[in-house]
T-cell receptor, first 112, second 115 residues
Framework: KQEVTQIPAALSVPEGENLVLNCSFT??????LQWFRQDPGKGLTSLLL?????REQTSGRLNASLDKSSGRSTLYIAASQPGDSATYLC???????????FGKGTHLIIQP | DAGVIQSPRHEVTEMGQEVTLRCKPI?????LFWYRQTMMRGLELLIY????????DSGMPEDRFSAKMPNASFSTLKIQPSEPRDSAVYFC?????????????FGDGTRLSIL
């Protein structure tokens, strides 16, 4: 059974810092990996999707990497801003049509 | 374009009552997913549909839970009878299943409280 772990569970940093969120998964036979953002009382917003054949994806100040063989992914946030404060969730898909298996998230606070 | 629409946003009801949660996926999306989120267990997949057909319901916790998708634009998740431990946020998500890698799009969820 696929298990997804996210470290750290919570993180608080001053505005402007670059930071890295970590995600690991136990079964490397994944189809894709997705990073989401969740604001309080809201649904999930998809940030980046990395296909199993890819190494990384970038969107603005966000960069996600994938090392399938070691079962790891990182989300890099450059020049953090208070508006980046949210919970970040990592999820893996094991087939093109399957549902996702989620980690429990990293609760991020960016201090102004 | 409208995103995934869920209703109601909040539901408070007494133990033993029937609860029905509703979801309208994004137009054109042909895969639909129901998830449940709790503090203890995080987000868990309950069931998903492809082209209105249930594919995997192994995440449905008990026979008290049932889901239907009568057409491409509507799905329901029903709990009967409801119990306090069913209290959670229930999310619906949809995606375009085109053989490639498409992201899932989530609704804002239904916050369910069973007293």
């Amino acid at each position: 059974k696929q298990e997804v772990t996210q470290i750290p569970a919570a993180l608080s940093v001053p505005e402007g810092e670059n930071l890295v969120l970590n995600c690991s998964f136990t079964d490397s036979a994944i189809y894709n990996l997705q990073w989401f953002r969740q604001d309080p009382g809201k649904g999930l917003t998809s940030l980046l999707l990395i296909q199993s054949s890819q190494r990384e994806q970038t969107s603005g100040r966000l960069n996600a990497s994938l090392d399938k063989s070691s079962g790891r992914s990182t989300l890099y946030i450059a020049a953090s801003q208070p508006g980046d404060s949210a919970t970040y969730l990592c999820a893996v898909g094991v087939g093109g049509a399957d549902g996702l298996t989620f980690g429990k998230g990293t609760h991020l606070i960016i201090q102004p | 374009d409208a995103g995934v629409i869920q209703s109601p946003r909040h539901e408070v009801t007494e133990m033993g009552q029937e609860v029905t949660l509703r979801c309208k996926p994004i137009s054109g999306h042909n895969s639909l997913f129901w998830y449940r989120q709790t503090m203890m267990r995080g987000l868990e997949l309950l069931i998903y549909f492809n082209n209105n057909v249930p594919i995997d319901d192994s995440g449905m916790p008990e026979d008290r839970f049932s889901a239907k998708m009568p057409n491409a634009s509507f799905s329901t998740l029903k709990i009967q009878p409801s119990e306090p431990r069913d209290s959670a946020v229930y999310f619906c998500a949809s995606r375009l299943r085109d053989g490639g890698n498409q992201p899932q799009h989530f609704g804002d969820g239904t916050r369910l409280s069973i007293l």
